[in-house]
């Protein structure tokens, strides 16, 4: 059996195969106590970005675990609203100032540009990327991505980029595979991130995952991230439940087989957030 508790990125960085998500949970003691515990839990990559407003919180709540800042992945991404050189460099030195960090792992540009003028999406990428490009030089950041980018949006960008991308952070999961992207990013060696692993919690009660699971004594959530791993792609889900999260690291003593990998490929289309790139109105 392949245990899959870590993956490597393009440039080497060693990555926890689990992260955990801090979208939709606000600043405040209770969001420090809850990722403080699931840190102390076992938990080593926490998934965060400057549009969640909850950066701080993240900060303390590794400080308050703690486990050494070297033994833990923090990721970050830089919101839409910062596109200019200048602007995406202050974007990430308030991300800094709020995490009280002195070096990211991992930062990502947290949407295509597709706003506006359907010509000017290719210049902003790139010229977004130029900044990443000196905080990776700078050492600052131990690895650059991307989110939410679609094969069209990569190809123009890879041509142009001097640096790699060593992420790209989709939503991902059994109700959305999103195929020809994750395809693309694995023959181009960038680890694919799967964002709602869980389908923002609509896929936990799949009559037909939950059958997989019974026959590995496993629940329907630890099938769908196990799912993720043999699949090559990194889960990042949410849960602020201690009995959830503790459940949600039991995913390294199974393994699903071929027949149980294709059943699950073979779902229908279910728990898409509707969020599609070249559409989103931010
Ligand atoms: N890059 C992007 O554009 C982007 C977009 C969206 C999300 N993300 C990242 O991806 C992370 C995960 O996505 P998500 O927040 O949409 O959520 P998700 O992980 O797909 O689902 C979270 C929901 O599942 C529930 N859950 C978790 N474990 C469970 C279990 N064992 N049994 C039953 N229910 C369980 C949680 O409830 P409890 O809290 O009660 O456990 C919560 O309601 C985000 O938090 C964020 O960090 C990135």
Redo the contacts with the bound molecule.
């Keep these: 059996m392949t245990e899959l508790t870590s993956f490597r990125l393009n440039n080497g960085v060693k990555i926890p195969s689990l992260?955990l998500?801090?979208?939709?949970?606000p600043e405040n003691p209770q969001l420090v106590e809850s990722l403080a515990g699931a840190i102390k839990m076992g938990y080593r990559y926490i998934?965060?970005?400057a549009i969640?407003e909850n950066e701080t919180s993240v900060g303390e709540a590794i400080r308050a675990s703690g486990v050494n800042r070297e033994d833990m992945f923090v990721l970050s991404?830089c919101w839409t609203a910062h596109r200019t050189y200048d602007s995406v460099l202050r974007a990430f030195d308030d991300t800094m100032k709020r995490l009280r960090l002195d070096y990211l792992d991992c930062y990502?540009i947290?949407?295509p540009c597709t706003k506006g003028d359907p010509l000017a999406w290719q210049s902003v990428n790139i010229g977004t990327w130029r900044a990443f490009e000196r905080l990776y030089e700078e050492g600052v950041v131990k690895s650059i991505g991307v989110?939410?980018f679609l094969v069209h949006h990569l190809v123009s960008f890879l041509s142009k980029a001097n640096v790699k991308p060593a992420v790209n952070?989709?939503?991902y999961?059994p109700g959305y595979r999103q195929q020809k992207t994750v395809q693309f990013c694995q023959k181009e060696g960038i680890l694919v991130q799967?964002?709602?692993?869980?389908?923002?919690?609509a896929?936990?009660h799949v009559p037909e995952i939950a059958a997989i699971g019974d026959a590995h004594g496993k629940?329907?959530?630890?099938v769908i991230l196990r799912w993720c791993l043999q699949n090559g792609v990194l889960p990042?889900?949410?849960?602020?439940?201690p009995?959830?999260?503790r459940?949600?690291m039991a995913i390294y003593d199974f393994e699903l087989t071929a027949e149980e990998m294709a059943a699950i490929d073979a779902l229908p289309l279910m728990g898409f957030?509707g969020?599609e790139p070249d559409h989103v109105s931010f």
Excluded: C, F
């Design positions: 992260g998500g801090t979208w939709q949970l998934d965060t970005a969640y991404k990502l947290h949407w989110s939410n952070q989709l939503e999961h799967a964002w709602s692993p869980l389908g923002h919690g896929l936990t629940s329907v959530t630890q990042i889900m949410r849960s602020r439940t009995e959830h999260q459940e949600n957030s969020l």
